[in-house]
């Protein structure tokens, strides 16, 4: 943690001394594409499959100016920021070793990490209409955006939703991401993005998309998710550009409701740091049911002949009835009914399993 700091706060420092940073690597010729929808450990119900496309290809310019280090916190008047996004986003927040929180607590920054595996863009309304209520106190200074990484392939359906959400934000300055492209759709997506933070002077990009084209090592395999590098790189990236706002408020890593997972099959979730799993499994019931004749052995002459009636016995609380009939040499039959055997249920003690989260690998 001390070490991604200074890292950020060394870049700051240069910009204090007129230094610029880059927007972005340069651009590549093309993107990893074909990945489809996310897979991963967590995605039990993933329908990737290697794709016979072609390459995905990006032909729009990348940010052709310098990203100016701190600019939103040149904008700012005080320290709250909420990030909000999908798994890539959540895979940085406190549940998932907190990479966002490390690199930006320390810049005096109070952060919440509203980030969920799976979700779409309709989940930035949902993350607003809980979590911006000035009139309640609930408000933030700037805002940080990464959702399309779950896309349906609608741009302007995906960009009408974004620009409302924006406008909601607004005056705040808001960062936006680019998303890594895997789809010649994302590549139009990524267009619009960056073209809209031109035209709307409280918008910033952070073009992940160039960032993870030019350095694919940042992501695990599936090309999407990040690996460890690339979720310090994220965060790092994110407090290039917010910068060291004036400290209005205590800085603090703060606490989220968004953190349900689920959405994606075999998802976790989680309130930070360790999350403790109960599994309780289930009773099971064992039926052993005789034929209807029950079992029948003859013996020579003289001897006796027993047929038991049908027997069942269940597992869990069960009663066990046995009719047995019972012949003699002399021919005089004899049937005693039995009811005996209420058998209880045994379950096994639950069993708790604590270790820390994997971040997501699937859902976007």
Excluded: K
Aim: proline share 8%.
């Amino acid at each position: 943690m001390i070490r991604r700091a200074a890292l950020v706060v060394a870049a700051l420092g240069l910009a204090a001394c007129g230094a610029t940073e880059a927007a972005s690597p340069p651009a590549p010729t093309g993107t990893i594409g074909g990945v489809g929808e996310l897979p991963g450990t967590l995605a039990a119900d993933s329908t990737a499959t290697p794709s016979t496309e072609a390459p995905v290809v990006s032909t729009s310019p990348r940010s052709t100016e310098p990203r100016r280090v701190g600019a939103v916190a040149e904008l700012v008047e005080g320290n709250r920021v909420i990030v909000i996004g999908d798994s890539i986003l959540a895979s940085t927040a406190r549940r998932y070793g907190g990479d966002m929180c490390e690199a930006l607590v320390p810049l005096d920054w109070a952060v919440e990490v509203d980030a969920e595996s799976g979700r779409f863009i309709e989940f930035l309304d949902r993350v607003l209409d809980r979590r911006l209520r000035p009139e309640e106190g609930i408000d933030w200074d700037a805002a940080v955006i990464g959702l399309g990484n779950n896309f349906d392939g609608d741009v302007p359906g995906f960009m009408a939703e974004l620009e409302t959400g924006l406008e909601r934000l607004a005056p705040r300055p808001v960062v936006l991401l680019t998303v890594t492209e895997r789809r010649q759709d994302q590549v139009a997506l990524n267009e619009e993005i960056r073209a809209l933070a031109e035209r709307s002077p409280n918008l910033v990009v952070v073009d992940w998309a160039a960032i993870t084209a030019a350095e694919p090592t940042l992501l695990q395999a599936d090309g999407i998710h990040l690996g460890d590098d690339g979720r310090a790189r994220l965060a790092f990236e994110v407090a290039a550009v917010l910068g060291s706002p004036p400290a209005t408020t205590e800085p603090e890593c703060l606490s989220t409701e968004f953190d349900d997972d689920s959405a994606i099959a075999g998802g976790q979730s989680g309130t930070g740091g360790a999350t403790a799993t109960t599994t309780r499994p289930r009773p099971t019931a064992t039926t052993t049911t005789r034929p209807a004749g029950g079992t029948s052995t003859t013996r020579p002459s003289g001897s006796t002949t027993t047929t038991t009636a049908g027997s069942t016995t269940t597992g869990g609380t069960g009663t066990t009835t046995a009719a047995t009939t019972t012949t003699t040499a002399g021919g005089t039959a004899t049937t005693t009914a039995t009811t005996t055997a209420t058998t209880a249920a045994t379950t096994a003690p639950p069993t708790t399993a604590a270790a820390p989260p994997a971040p997501p690998a699937s859902g976007g």
